[in-house]
Antibody, heavy 117, light 110 residues
Framework: EVQLVESGGGLVQPGGSLRLSCAASGFTFTTYWMDWVRQAPGKGLEWVAN????????YYVDSVKGRFTVSRDNAKNSVYLQMNSLRVEDTAVYYC??????????WGQGILVTVSS | QSVLTQPPSASGTPGQRVTISCSGG????????VYWYQHLPGTAPKLLIH???QRPSGVPDRISGSKSGTSASLAISGLQSEDEADYYCVAWDVSLNFAVFGGGTQLTVL
């Protein structure tokens, strides 16, 4: 059974940092791109970042470039999102997804990140 | 303001057919595949359509997708109460170099 389990969310002050983790199981992790997608309260889905199979290629939405870093550890079947210089507008439920733009994506249940003083 | 434009809301009665539009440009819908997701609050989004018009296994054939030029559409026929949800189109944008979602359409079954 495919599983994606996010962790590391919580409350952080503006300007602070947080690292999200996503543990994958039930599929061959090394054959898939991995994505992070978020949904702010009362807003729509927003794609955040992705990373290729060996971690050599990644892309970011403009609003997080220079602040967020996506990485993966294929030995641990995990993908990470390091979030620095957090802003109030980064408050959202963050979803880890296996190849969100593909024929057979799979999404985690999401984890809440709240940026507030 | 989203790169892909969807109507914020749509509605229909049980049994009716509704369509949801998604308008983009040459750098996204016009040159890349479109995907459609159904999302219920508090749950993981569910893929309904991939590669413009292909249904994943398990998605009923009353749901269909189409694309023409820089616009795409999702059609749901035989509307059911369980279809009440938010619907999103998404595509890669080759100019921006990231994926772009539509703003989402909230479907109400009257």
């Amino acid at each position: 059974e495919v599983q994606l389990v996010e962790s590391g969310g919580g409350l952080v002050q503006p300007g602070g940092s947080l690292r999200l983790s996503c543990a994958a199981s039930g599929f061959t992790f090394t054959t898939y791109w991995m994505d992070w997608v978020r949904q702010a309260p009362g807003k729509g889905l927003e794609w955040v970042a992705n990373i290729n199979q060996d971690g050599s290629e990644n892309y970011y939405v403009d609003s997080v470039k220079g602040r967020f870093t996506v990485s993966r550890d294929n030995a641990k079947n995990s993908v990470y999102l390091q979030m620095n210089s957090l802003r109030v507008e980064d408050t959202a439920v963050y979803y880890c997804a296996r190849s969100a733009l593909d024929t057979s994506p799979y999404w985690g249940q999401g984890i809440l990140v709240t940026v507030s003083s | 303001q989203s790169v892909l434009t969807q109507p914020p809301s749509a509605s229909g009665t049980p049994g009716q057919r509704v369509t949801i539009s998604c308008s983009g440009g040459s750098s996204n819908i016009g040159s890349k595949p479109v995907y459609w997701y159904q999302h219920l609050p508090g749950t993981a989004p569910k893929l309904l359509i991939h590669t413009d018009n292909q249904r994943p296994s398990g998605v009923p054939d009353r749901i269909s997708g189409s694309k023409s030029g820089t616009s795409a559409s999702l059609a749901i026929s035989g509307l059911q109460s369980e279809d009440e949800a938010d619907y999103y189109c998404v595509a890669w944008d080759v100019s921006l170099n990231f994926a772009v979602f539509g703003g989402g359409t909230q479907l109400t079954v009257l």
